[in-house]
């Protein structure tokens, strides 16, 4: 993305290179026919089901006010509208929990005053998203997107472990409230007796800690060695939707014998229910809010659009991430534009606004490169056997493969045609055919083998379309007309399912993973090393990570601990954008700069474990070779913001020696420290060539020279 701030240019320029692919966006669609659907239905589970449980959180937080139609529409309303003209498709809309905070903080106070009350809540609320919405607007026209990369590792991470420690504590606090009588009810009825109000309890504990374990026991299913393949991807792409269906229907089971309310279930008005609309026409009472609430909305709208600009550019930013191997151009400034537009209409309309969502906008990118995956793979592979059946030489092979990969490949009319992934196909494929004069001769799989080739070199690329965002959120607009059946589901698995989510964000954020080192026993920090781990447990003495560790808790503990003081807690987005000056400015006079590099480094850098010594890598990755595209990519990404791995491990052959001179030092024991894999940073940090450049170079170091890990050492 161009870095400028010249009113204007980056809207104009994002116009421009979006305009000349959007047909393509539609036909790109089209062409993939019913395979479309796979990736359209896995992201509409990953949006609906937040979203229903923001909503179900907010109605508890506002009375009653906004309610899950609300949240519903809001994402149906918004994703509708970015699909057909938003910038990017890949990003997908929905209402988040920052959303969700900030309105119960501004109905917290609302209903405080006289003259605003729980009647003025909304109309007020109009007012806050007409001044967010001027603010977006703002900062689109003078290109405040530029700077989005100054928003590190450090900020990112951050707002995660916030996010998700709120997502927590709204299921604990939901829990807890199970036991008590719930605002707005009739405490003489049967179900709030205290006998009940405990069976009540202590069954929502059972539907929640039911849906956590057994959510989280889905997700890792295409590991498990039971099952067909295609019966393990089913699970670990829809297990959490079909744990919410079963553990609803778990709490069917005792009806007969407990009073109606037991479980307590999703409250909320039926869309055609009498008073139901009430809150889309609030915009005829927005003149009725007094002018100095009006303008005092401009304070908690300069929250709501610092919030917008960094989650918002940020999701597009991971569904945008260079290992994707995009081929149309990103629409920073003008997409956040229209958020201000989406913005206003959702104010006007009286329900939440949307905003792009993490990590749903990078998962709906990994499932669009599965399907991508598939279909390249498909095609080569049917190609390559017709050609094998005709006795073709291994040439002729190449030839009819590379001419079906072109015809895979829409390139837009300033670009060329891709060759990526066939020219080494076929550097590895001939040479292998010309040591064993096999070249001109008709091939067979047993020179060439098409399934571990081809699902091993074919590149990384995307299907680029907007159907799939227009689908998924016409299927969670169609969730409102099913709001009869969504009320089955007992309150007690939405906290279940904030909880799963807090889970769930936590691997893959190296923030978190640096706690969890903190508190790791000194006799067994070697086990971080015999496992995959971020590259600066390699390269930073264990005091800096420390002092690096403790400053971002403490951080992290003051943005958590103001989200609960009543007006102040508006301003916990400005603590978020002051890490940007904080990292640029404070921290360097702290720490080294190639410490701070590793510490918060732009991409998410991993060094591999090798079990047993470095030749069996070569084993193990055949052995992986034939994966399916929605198993390899999983490995890939990481869960907490659907943000590639980098990984960093030396080009090694299965007759590569293993060396096995000792190395003073931190080791484990079982493994030798020459056997694992460095960061490429490392050299820097000790003045040496990097290992992971083993064998390159005019003087290639030796393995025997690589000196130990810091993991556990202070610096000197």
Request: hydrophobic share 45%.
């Amino acid at each position: 993305m161009e870095e400028t701030f010249v009113p204007f240019r980056g809207i104009k320029n994002d116009l421009r290179g979006r305009l000349t692919c959007y047909k393509q966006d539609w036909t790109g669609g089209l062409t993939a026919g019913f395979r479309i659907l796979a990736p359209t239905i896995y992201i509409f589970f990953a949006s609906a089901i937040p979203v229903i449980s923001f909503g179900e959180q907010l109605e508890r937080n506002t009375d009653g006010v906004l309610t899950a139609v609300q949240t519903l529409a809001s994402t149906s309303l918004c994703g509708i509208i970015h699909s057909i003209i938003g910038g990017q498709p890949l990003l997908i809309l929905g209402v988040a929990e920052p959303t969700v905070i900030m309105y119960t903080f501004m109905f917290n106070f609302a209903k405080e005053r006289p003259d605003l009350g729980r009647e003025l809540f909304l109309a007020w609320t109009g007012w806050v998203c007409v001044w967010t919405a001027i603010l977006l607007f703002l900062l689109a026209i003078l290109g405040a997107c530029s700077i989005i990369n100054r928003f590190t590792r450090l900020a990112g991470e951050l707002f995660g472990l916030l996010i998700a420690m709120l997502f927590m504590q709204q299921a604990i606090k939901g829990l807890v409230d199970e036991f008590r009588i719930p605002k707005r009810e009739n405490p003489k009825l049967t179900e709030f007796i205290p006998s009940w109000r405990f069976a009540n309890g202590m069954f929502a504990l059972v539907l929640s800690f039911g849906l956590v374990l057994t959510s989280l026991r889905s997700r890792k299913a295409r590991s498990w060695r039971y099952g067909s393949g295609w019966l393990r991807s089913l699970i670990a792409d829809y297990g959490v939707p079909i744990m919410v269906l079963v553990w609803t229907a778990v709490s069917y089971i005792p009806s007969g014998n407990v009073p109606k309310g037991i479980p307590r279930r999703l409250s909320s008005p039926n869309p055609w229910s009498p008073g139901a609309y009430e809150n889309w026409t609030v915009i005829k009472d927005m003149l009725n809010v007094p002018i100095v609430y009006i303008i005092g909305a401009f304070i908690p709208a300069t929250m709501i659009a610092v919030l917008y600009y960094f989650d918002h550019s940020v999701a597009s930013q991971l569904a945008q991430q260079k290992e994707f191997n995009l081929k149309k151009p990103s629409s920073f400034h003008y997409d956040l534009l229209l958020l201000g537009f989406l913005t206003i209409l959702c104010g006007l309309l009286g329900i939440p606004p949307s905003n792009g969502v993490i990590p749903q906008s990078p998962m709906h990118t990994k499932s669009l490169a599965t399907l991508k995956h598939q279909l390249l793979r498909n095609r080569l592979v049917a190609t390559a056997r017709r050609c094998m059946r005709k006795n073709s030489s291994l040439g002729e092979v190449y030839g009819s493969m590379q001419e079906a990969y072109h015809q895979m490949q829409t390139p837009l009319i300033y670009q060329d045609a891709s060759f990526r992934g066939l020219k080494e196909l076929k550097e590895s494929t001939i040479q292998l055919a010309s040591s064993t004069g096999n070249l001109d001769a008709p091939v067979d799989e047993t020179i060439f083998d098409v399934e571990k080739e081809i699902d091993e070199l074919l590149p990384v690329e995307v299907k680029e379309q907007r159907l799939s965002n227009l689908l998924q959120a016409n299927m969670v607009g169609g969730c409102v007309a099913a709001m009869p059946f969504l009320k089955m589901i007992p309150t007690s698995v939405l906290w279940g399912y904030f909880a799963f989510m807090a889970i769930e964000s936590l691997p893959g954020n190296q923030f978190w993973e640096r706690i969890l080192l903190l508190f790791t026993a000194p006799s067994r920090r070697y086990k971080v090393l015999e496992e995959f781990h971020a590259t600066f447990v390699e390269t930073v003495p264990f005091k800096t990570i420390v002092i690096f560790t403790i400053f971002q808790t403490v951080y992290l503990l003051v943005c958590f601990g103001i989200t609960w003081i009543p007006i102040a807690g508006l301003l916990f987005p400005l603590l978020i954008m002051l890490l940007v000056p904080i990292r640029q400015y404070f921290l360097p006079k702290f720490f080294k700069g190639a410490h701070l590099q590793d510490l918060d480094a732009a991409e998410y850098e991993e060094a591999p474990a090798l079990p047993f010594n470095l030749a069996m890598e070569a084993e193990l990755g055949s052995r992986a070779s034939h994966a399916d595209g929605g198993e390899i990519l999983d490995e890939m990404i990481t869960r907490s913001r659907g943000e590639f791995r980098h990984m960093f491990s030396p080009k090694v052959s299965s007759s590569t020696a293993t060396p096995t001179k000792d190395v003073k030092g931190l080791q484990s024991p079982r493994l030798s420290l020459s056997e694992k894999a460095y960061s490429p940073r490392i050299s820097e940090l000790r003045g040496e060539n990097s290992p992971r450049s083993f064998g390159r170079g005019p003087n290639p170091l030796r393995v025997e020279e690589i000196r130990p890990s810091m993991l556990g050492k202070s610096p000197q």
